[in-house]
């Protein structure tokens, strides 16, 4: 009698595909709460910081002080919406979905991947919106350096990104938004993004260069007005992606390490 090893064969890429891609994008679109988080909230807080009249003829940098607080909303709506897609492994998780998927031969790298890629889809289209709104409210910014603050801004968010993920294993799917909600408006406090940190005083202006929001904000605003440390910024977002991208990938071990 002969004994058949069957070995389990690894799709290219570990399983990411534009189909799966796709999916995981239409999954998120059906999420009502998502959209109006991702499109409408950053919208409306924009709306209501950088509307009033005084800004339109307000200098600030290469713009006027919409236009900063535009690039400052878009950069708190992507983290919203990034944070968000990120979170959503949480209700995976507690529906089993995430240990079925283990039993599949999708790489836990590849599964990171897709929903990294669709967090950063939905960060892109917040700032697209807040940029839109802000452009009808009368930012005054050039379009190069418009269209380099959002690249910037939105490749930032990566952070984010990874911080949902860690959130979406680390908590349980009933708590993680009702958490992460505040967390996100404090984050943005402390960085910077609701209030200049030449506005702060010193003792929190220094703690604001240790939060994640910092290091988004500066770079992302840094084509308009260089109102920070550009490297400090740099090195924030490079040790905050490395910190919650490691978060992330030891939770999901210990998530699945019964399959």
Known sequence: MTTMATTRRIPPLGGFSPTFLRLEFRRMLRNRRAVIFTLVMPSAF???????????TESAGHGNVTAYVMVSMAVYGAMIATTSGGAMVAT????????????TPLQPVA??????????????????AVFVVGNLEGAELSFGRLLLCGVLGWSCTL??????????YLLPSENVMQLLGPSLALLSFAGGLFVPLDQMSDVF??????????????????????????????VNVVLWVAVFVGGAAWRMSKDTKRV
């Open 46 to 56: 924009f709306l209501l910081f950088g509307s009033d009249g005084k800004y339109k």
């Open 92 to 103: 995976e998780r507690a529906l089993g979905w995430s240990r079925q998927l283990r039993l």
């Open 111 to 128: 599964y990171v991947a897709v929903k990294v890629a669709v967090a950063m889809t939905m960060g892109l289209a917040a700032i697209v």
């Open 159 to 168: 952070v984010f990104a990874a911080f949902g993920l860690f959130m979406g």
């Open 205 to 234: 202006a220094n703690i604001a260069k240790f939060t994640p929001a910092y290091g988004v904000g500066v770079i992302a605003r840094w084509p308009m007005e260089h109102d920070g440390n550009l490297g400090l910024a740099v």
